[in-house]
């Protein structure tokens, strides 16, 4: 069964250090979504892409944090510099259009000291 | 704009009870609606899903009918586990490519 890529799994960074999550959407996806989930709260969207145009990036803190999907496939999203505040779990997510569901990676949990 | 309201929990049941997890939306035209599970330490699940009015999801013994009367959406299942305890998001997915969530409801099972 296909799914969603994403690597690392765990990074603990120092802050004001820079650090990047990827994620590989299963293959035909136009939609992919990233998302930062809190511990004990729901997933707040941070950027949604459709193949590569932003359509949505409304939440995201542009100062220190960038995402891109050059080739409307695999993504990057960037936090520089990191803050403590950042310590969360970022999820990636990929569907196939209007109307579908989405599909979830694993996720990246990310740990800032 | 379109929204997702769900019950507040924690819920606590014992097992073999019955389960509600109530599920509301506010949205225009005609929203696909889901539930997603997310057990401890793990990534979201689809659970279940309803793209029209009156269909029903179903998956591992739970259920959820698409009420566009009631613009409901309400989670259930016969007879809970143990092995059910986790948080259960309801979502929908709107004409705009938008994904709304709930604010997600924790489930817990005793034995």
């Known amino acids: 069964e296909a799914e969603v890529a994403q690597s690392p799994r765990y990074k603990i960074t120092e802050k004001s250090q820079a650090v990047a999550f990827w994620c590989d959407p299963i293959s035909g996806h136009a939609t992919l979504y990233w998302y930062r989930q809190i511990l004990g709260q729901g997933p707040e969207l941070l950027v949604q892409?459709?193949?590569?145009?932003?359509?949505?990036d409304s939440q995201l803190p542009k100062d220190r944090f960038s995402a891109e999907r050059l080739k409307g496939v695999d993504s990057t999203l960037k936090i520089q510099p990191a803050e403590l505040g950042d310590s969360a779990m970022y999820l990636c997510a990929s569907s196939l259009g209007l109307f579908t569901e989405a599909f979830f990676g694993q996720g990246t949990r990310l740990t800032v000291v | 704009g379109n929204s997702v309201t769900q019950m507040e929990g924690p819920v606590t049941l014992s097992e073999e009870a019955f389960l509600t997890i109530n599920c509301t939306y506010t949205?225009?035209?005609?929203?696909?609606l889901f539930w997603y599970v997310q057990y401890p330490g793990e990534g979201l699940q689809l659970l279940l899903k309803a793209t029209k009015a009156d269909d029903k999801g179903s998956n591992k013994g739970f259920e959820a009918t698409y009420r566009k009367e009631t613009t409901s959406f309400h989670l259930e299942k016969g007879s809970v586990q143990v092995s059910d305890s986790a948080v259960y998001f309801c979502?929908?997915?709107?004409?705009?490519?938008?994904?709304?969530w709930g604010a997600g409801t924790k489930l817990i099972i005793k034995p």
């Open positions: 892409f459709q193949d590569e145009s932003v359509v949505d």
């Open positions: 979502a929908l997915s709107d004409s705009n490519y938008q994904l709304i």
């Open positions: 949205a225009t035209g005609y929203p696909s």
